[in-house]
Every structure is written in structure tokens, then in C-alpha cells.
């Protein structure tokens, strides 16, 4: 049987789009162009590797999808609300028990935003 790693996903961070206000979430890519993003948005990817993780008899019993949640937050982050989001999105990988790495990329002048990756494996 195959699992929906997008709905795994999807079901770990879908707190933040029921909450006031809601946050926008989008899958693999944003699909607005730049004047209408929101100010702060998550993109989330998964299957961007799937990879044997147990084997018995030769056959792969269960296997590992990497994927990746981007948190994207308007401004330099000098701000007092800076890392809101990524606090919140840190605190429901925590809470669902992922192991992730998290990269800060810092600020991103083209989109005028602060931009942090967490990347992990869903088994």
C-alpha cells in the first residue's frame, strides 16, 4: 500500500491554515504572481527522494520520502513579530515527532522576505 506523504504532510502543518488569520499554504510552488503573495506563506514539497529504508527478503518493506516545508516571512526580520511563523511550524514537527533539519536562509531581496527550510524524512 501506498502512503499520501503530501497528506501526511499536509496534516502536520494544516493547524496553521485553520487558525485566525489563516496562514496561506501551497504545494511544491506558490502560484500567485509576486504583487499578490501574501506578506507570509509556507510552500511544503514532498517526494523530492523516496528511498529504501527496510528491506526483508530482498524486497524494500518501507520506504522514506524527503521532504521540505519553506516558511517565507515579509521583511528583513528586525521586526518584533520575525519568526512567528517558523516557531509555529518548528512547534508542529516537534509535536508530530519529525526529526528535521532546519536552514535559515536569511533575507531574500528579490521577494523582500525572510525565508527558513526545514527538511526531513516521513517513513
Same mark, same amino acid.
Given at each position: 500500500?501506498?502512503? $499520501? +506523504?503530501?497528506?501526511?504532510?499536509?496534516d502536520i502543518i494544516k493547524p496553521l491554515?485553520?487558525?485566525?488569520?489563516?496562514?496561506? &499554504? @501551497?504545494r511544491n510552488a506558490?502560484?500567485? $504572481? +509576486?504583487?499578490?503573495?501574501?506578506?507570509?506563506?509556507?510552500?511544503y514539497s514532498t517526494g523530492l527522494s523516496d528511498n529504501p529504508f &527496510? @528491506?526483508?527478503?530482498?524486497?524494500?518493506?518501507?520506504r522514506k520520502c524527503s521532504c521540505d516545508i519553506t516558511v517565507s516571512e515579509k521583511g528583513t526580520g528586525n521586526n518584533e513579530n520575525a519568526g512567528y511563523l517558523v516557531n509555529l511550524v518548528e512547534d508542529l514537527l516537534i509535536k508530530n515527532?519529525?526529526?528535521y533539519m532546519k536552514i535559515s536562509v536569511g533575507y531574500v531581496e528579490s521577494t523582500d522576505s525572510m525565508q527558513t527550510t526545514f527538511d526531513f524524512s516521513l517513513t
Open positions: 500500500m501506498t502512503k $499520501d +506523504y503530501n497528506q501526511i504532510l499536509y491554515a485553520l487558525r485566525t488569520p489563516p496562514v496561506k &499554504i @501551497y506558490i502560484d500567485s $504572481d +509576486y504583487d499578490s503573495q501574501p506578506d507570509d506563506y509556507i510552500v &527496510i @528491506y526483508g527478503d530482498g524486497k524494500v518493506l518501507m515527532n519529525v526529526h
